[in-house]
């Protein structure tokens, strides 16, 4: 039984794959409508090298994003929790920064930055920047009033509360936002690469697009997939590593 | 070290639950506070904690007035409130990583772990000790505080029957080798005789010590606990009394 359900999520995908290539093959449609996920395979290896070196842009356009995000998230995080007046001015700006859509503004960054990396790197900021800043405050503030008071008691200092208490109970909140924002990363870069680039996924896109190549946009549109996997494997991978309270609840439930 | 507290007050709000409230304690001391339920026990010892600002009042220590609170007290609350990410050696030595002295606090946990029933489980995470043996690590964390003062709230409230009274057992035991001043909240009557030198009764909010008792016998029992039945109904009436009034 228990085995089903681990191999269940495996046989869906595979199961909606083959039920994707019969109705291609069958009802004989165009490569150029949608190619059938055979034809996708074929071009994502025969492409791996191009493809390769575009990823190798986006990639590092997205991980610089993630260092800026994760830095700002961390500040503002702390300063949030620190100052309830500048949580209460802060909240409603980023709140509205993601109700506005990446696409409106990619263009402007543009105008303003140029076209260089900056605007892509920036786009993948406004992407990662929430769900790392929100996770973390939010965690800062979850944690239960008696042991911040065992801390005071002891004649702790403000400094000592951050580094003692809140900061490791919110290493979990925050790791579960830069998971988000792992997996958001690369399609943030993409975005920006979308609207005006010379290299990355981004440009490798609209290029097979105006050409109707849809097996390279498909195959383009698998390796953005599993880059994005990818990004959010290594989050957690960094998690284990750094956080030893995980390795052992995964021991716990093993 | 004596404890002296002169006219506290403490209000939550308009809600006057410490009026005037004065009382001693001397150095090597063990006494319980008892009272009704919201007469304000916990209310006083995190007031002297620290973590609540009384209204009024003064609090010395050996005759010398206690400017800040925080750092003075070892305080232990009722919950154990280990650190689930930390070790049981990490979490003990918490007052040495505050004060700086973290790596002369290891030596002296390590020392001390059997004594405590934890030999062994200084690696060990809270989550893979019983609630007594929690309990017994939060009392070591509180018993390595510079502090000749213990302030303890209700600390085996939280445990079964069986195991609470296991503790209480232990702690009286080691009592007498700590040589320390206790102040000890608890609801539990049995508790304080067993435990106490001293019993001070609080009323109603605003009331003050009702009724102090003094427990004279040194050589106690579980036996001798169990023949108290008059003290423990003179203690039952002295709250119910005024409740009902």
């Known amino acids: 039984m228990k085995k089903w359900s681990k191999a269940a999520p495996v046989l869906v995908i595979a199961a909606l794959l083959l039920l994707w290539e019969a109705v291609v093959q069958l009802a004989q449609i165009p490569l150029y409508v949608l190619p059938a996920p055979s034809d996708m395979f074929r071009t994502f290896c025969s492409e791996f090298q191009t493809l390769s070196g575009h990823a190798l842009v986006t990639v590092m356009e997205a991980l610089v994003g993630m260092a800026i995000s994760f ?111 792992a997996t958001y990363s690369i399609s943030g870069a993409v975005v920006g690469e979308w609207i005006a680039s010379q290299s990355g996924l981004g440009y490798y896109l609209i290029r097979a697009k105006n050409g109707y190549m849809l097996d390279k946009v498909f195959a383009c549109v698998l390796m953005i997939i599993l880059l994005s996997l990818l990004m959010n494997a290594l989050v957690k991978l960094l998690g284990y590593a750094v956080l030893p309270s995980l390795r052992r609840r995964r021991s716990i439930q093993s | 070290m004596r404890l002296q507290v002169e006219k506290l007050n403490f209000s939550y709000g308009t809600n006057r639950i410490l009026k005037d409230l004065s009382f001693q304690i001397k150095d090597g ?52 409130l280990l650190f689930p990410w930390r070790t049981i050696l990490d979490n003990v030595c918490l007052y040495g990583e505050i004060h700086h002295c973290k790596e002369a606090m290891r030596a002296e946990a390590l020392q001390k772990l059997e004594q405590f029933g934890l030999a062994g489980c200084e690696d060990k995470y809270p989550d893979e000790l019983s609630g007594g043996m929690r309990q ?52 539990d009557t049995d508790e304080a005789i067993y435990l106490s030198d001293r019993i001070l009764i609080l009323g109603e909010p605003g009331e003050g010590i009702r009724k102090e008792i003094q427990i004279q016998e040194k050589d106690r029992t579980r036996e001798w606990l169990y023949a108290q039945g008059e003290l423990r109904a003179e203690i039952h009436r002295i709250i119910k009394e005024k409740e009902t009034r």
């Not at chain 1, 702390?78 to 990619?106: E, G, N, S």
């Not at chain 2, 503790?167 to 608890?186: A, E, G, N, P, Y």
């Open chain 2, 29 to 80: 001391e063990f006494v319980s506070i008892l009272g009704p339920s919201g007469c304000g026990k916990s209310t006083l010892l995190n007031v002297l904690a620290g973590i609540l600002k009384p209204d009024g009042g003064k609090l010395l220590i050996d005759g010398r007035a206690v400017q800040e609170p925080c750092g003075t007290f070892a305080y232990m609350p009722q919950e154990d």
């Open chain 1, 71 to 181: 830095a700002a998230g961390i500040m503002i995080g702390i300063l949030m929790d620190a100052m309830p007046v500048f949580h209460r001015c802060i909240y409603p700006i980023l709140v509205v920064t993601q109700t506005v859509p990446v696409i409106v503004l990619a263009p402007i960054f543009i105008i303003y930055m140029g076209f260089g990396y900056a605007p892509k790197i920036l786009t993948v900021v406004l992407m990662c920047f929430f769900p790392i800043v929100v996770s973390f405050s939010d965690g800062l503030g979850e944690m239960d009033a008696g042991y911040l008071n065992l801390v005071r008691t002891y004649g702790g200092s403000r400094a000592q509360l951050y580094r003692i208490v809140k900061i490791p109970s919110a290493m979990i909140s925050l790791l579960s936002g830069l998971k988000v924002a």
């Open chain 2, 136 to 187: 017994r690590a939060a009392f070591l964390r509180t018993t390595l505080c510079e502090a000749g003062i213990y302030l303890l709230d209700e600390p085996f409230g939280a445990l079964d029957v069986i195991t609470r009274g296991d503790m209480q057992d232990w702690l009286q035991s080691l009592c007498s080798d700590l040589k320390k001043t206790i102040l000890l909240v608890t609801h």
